[in-house]
């Protein structure tokens, strides 16, 4: 009796029927009947005059696992897992863009320098995104446009154009032949980690781009008009955000749609938006306009 009783105040023990349903997959029937048929033990708990059950996290699984199976069990365990480590993230990510903001005040003041351009909110506009993508499986790519008025400052817009080609080309995806040689070429000319402008010349980033632009040359009709065909998206990426770097016309809209190409992704529900795998690329633009703020100030 003891050690039952000391379960029930174990953290972790035990659950709500309303985490049971949501977590685990069943349905109110099932908790009820397995209660009255003994199974399940309970304590009838009430909260803002709301009556929930208290549940045995143990009985709980192996209800599930004696119903569905022990792998429908597994699966929801990381499911349910997920989605926590996911909330943790969010948490995390405001948790971080806060204090780098705070950091960068802080040393202002005691440097004694004056500050560069106030903070946007634009990482928090985007970290917004990547909320609504894991909250409703979807969102549009005009969400982005956000970005437009933060490139319009000072070098942020070649910087923004040398980072996604950056990430592009460091992308872990397997290719041969001409492609694998000119994603070799933009890893030695980008490297791998966020930079600000190139150290190579100029002419070596236009070779480069001249190259990546007469690979995928090819253009075939659709409908009344003419559209290029992409192989390879991740050496189109370089060679968009090297035509970006080098113009002295590019405008914010360009960038806009430089990170619209580098986070959309196809989803058979959807269609192209922004889904899945957008919302760690999301996260890793919010890195690099953290790191460009920091630097500016």
């Known amino acids: 009796m003891d050690d039952l009783d000391s379960e029930w105040q174990r953290k972790g023990a035990t659950l709500s029927d309303k985490t049971a349903r949501k977590?685990?997959?069943?349905?109110?029937d099932e908790i009820v009947e397995a209660i009255r048929a003994g199974k399940l033990q309970c304590q009838i708990c009430s909260m803002h005059g709301n009556p929930w059950l208290r549940l045995l996290r143990r009985e709980v699984e192996a209800l599930v696992k004696d119903k569905r199976g022990a792998?429908?069990?597994?699966?929801?365990?990381?499911?349910?897992?997920?989605a926590r480590t996911e909330q943790e993230l969010k948490r995390?990510?405001?948790?971080?863009?806060?204090?780098?903001?705070?950091?960068?005040?802080?040393t202002a003041n005691l440097e004694g320098r004056p500050r560069g351009p106030a903070p946007t909110g634009v990482p928090e506009k985007l970290l917004r995104i990547v909320d609504e993508i894991r909250e409703q499986g979807w969102a549009n790519q005009t969400r982005l446009t956000a970005l437009k008025k933060w490139l319009e400052t000072g070098h942020r817009l070649p910087a923004f154009a040398i980072f996604i080609a950056t990430r592009a080309a460091n992308r872990k995806r397997k290719a041969t032949g001409q492609a694998a040689d000119l994603l070799r070429r933009a890893r030695e000319l980008l490297g791998d980690q966020p930079q600000l402008r190139l150290a190579s010349p100029r002419r070596t980033a236009q070779r480069l781009f001249d190259d990546l632009r007469s690979f995928q040359d090819e253009h075939k009709k659709v409908g009344l008009?003419?559209?290029r065909v992409i192989k390879n998206r991740d050496?189109?990426?370089v060679e968009q955000g090297l035509d970006i770097y080098l113009q002295r016309s590019a405008l914010p809209a360009d960038g806009y749609r430089?990170?619209?190409s580098f986070c959309?992704?196809?989803?058979?529900?959807?269609?192209?938006g922004l889904s899945g795998p957008s919302r760690a690329r999301i996260r890793e633009i919010v890195q690099f306009i953290n790191l460009v703020e920091e630097?500016?100030?």
């Open 23 to 28: 977590e685990l997959g069943l349905t109110q």
């Open 71 to 82: 792998k429908h069990l597994k699966d929801q365990q990381a499911s349910a897992e997920l």
């Open 92 to 106: 995390l990510s405001k948790q971080v863009a806060a204090l780098e903001k705070q950091k960068s005040t802080l």
């Open 225 to 227: 008009g003419v559209a």
């Open 235 to 237: 050496l189109y990426l």
């Open 258 to 260: 430089l990170a619209a």
């Open 264 to 272: 959309e992704h196809y989803d058979p529900h959807h269609g192209t």
């Open 295 to 297: 630097q500016e100030r």
